[in-house]
């Protein structure tokens, strides 16, 4: 993990506290694959808030919603967010953006530097994520494996470019202590469980203390307040939505993974994300 700024001497300045917090993306910080007993979701975005002081004591928003992708972030979510002068805003995005055909890695970095740089202009800590070899937690078969790989290699390369331009602190998801265990993934493998949650609230927490803030009360990886999960759950989350996402998904991949395996049969080294366009 990296952080905004060199963690404090002891005796230098008191942690700064937190006053405002946004969190910003997709699905995951929507907080699915999260659920709560009495419907809906809960999600890191809550969890990371109790962290950071008492109940009403930090301004929330979270202006994420399902599907999004980068240029989502900066036309429809962007605004909101600045209006909560936000002391430190959470993005977790990028995702959506590697499944589908018109995958633009420039297009991409444009509104991704775009987004950290209003929202650092507006006086935030801005923490993003750094992603994972997805393919290692959901199945696929080979030639769109490798394609979400290469993906996801191009993601992870702008992300490593903002975080670099901007200073702003990046959780990385690859190297996250248990992060590819099976705990960690809700029924779908596309989200976190609740642990999964926990432990990316716990580590931005974390980065947050490494850049001098406050963080009270440290997110604990154990269980509670969210609702069981079942093997009816996993049934009917195969049958009514794996199998068709899988299906649609993988249309959007498949003329990518083609270029891919026919390079691979000529002996040709693999196409990056940038090159296939």
Aim: no cysteine; glycine share 12%; net charge positive.
């Amino acid at each position: 993990m990296t952080a905004e700024t060199i963690a404090p001497l002891p005796g230098a300045e008191p942690a700064r506290v937190v006053r405002g917090l946004v969190v910003l993306g997709d699905s995951t910080p929507v907080g699915i694959g999260d659920p709560l007993p009495g419907g809906g979701w809960r999600g890191f975005g809550p969890l990371l808030l109790g962290s950071l002081g008492a109940p009403g004591a930090v301004r929330y928003a979270n202006v994420s919603f399902p599907g999004a992708r980068m240029a989502d972030v900066r036309r429809r979510q962007l605004g909101a967010a600045v209006r909560v002068r936000p002391d430190v805003a959470v993005l977790v995005v990028g995702m959506n953006d590697t499944l589908r055909s018109d995958f633009d890695p420039v297009a991409l970095t444009e509104d991704y530097d775009a987004v950290v740089a209003a929202l650092r202009a507006a006086g935030a800590t801005v923490l993003t994520v750094r992603f994972h070899d997805h393919s290692r937690v959901f199945w696929l078969p080979g030639p769109l494996r490798r394609a979400l790989r290469v993906r996801i290699n191009e993601l992870n390369a702008v992300t490593d470019a903002v975080v670099a331009r901007h200073r702003i602190g990046r959780l990385d998801l690859d190297t996250l202590p248990g992060g590819y265990h099976r705990a960690a993934w809700s029924v779908d493998r596309l989200h976190p469980s609740e642990l999964g949650h926990r432990m990316l609230a716990r580590g931005f927490g974390e980065l947050l203390s490494d850049a001098g803030f406050a963080v009270p009360h440290p997110v604990s990886l154990a269980r509670g307040g969210g609702r069981e999960i079942t093997a009816a759950h996993h049934l009917l989350w195969l049958v009514l939505k794996g199998l068709p996402w899988v299906w649609r998904r993988g249309r959007d991949l498949v003329p990518y993974a083609a270029s891919i395996a026919l390079r691979e049969l000529a002996g040709a080294p693999a196409l990056s994300a940038r090159q296939s366009h």
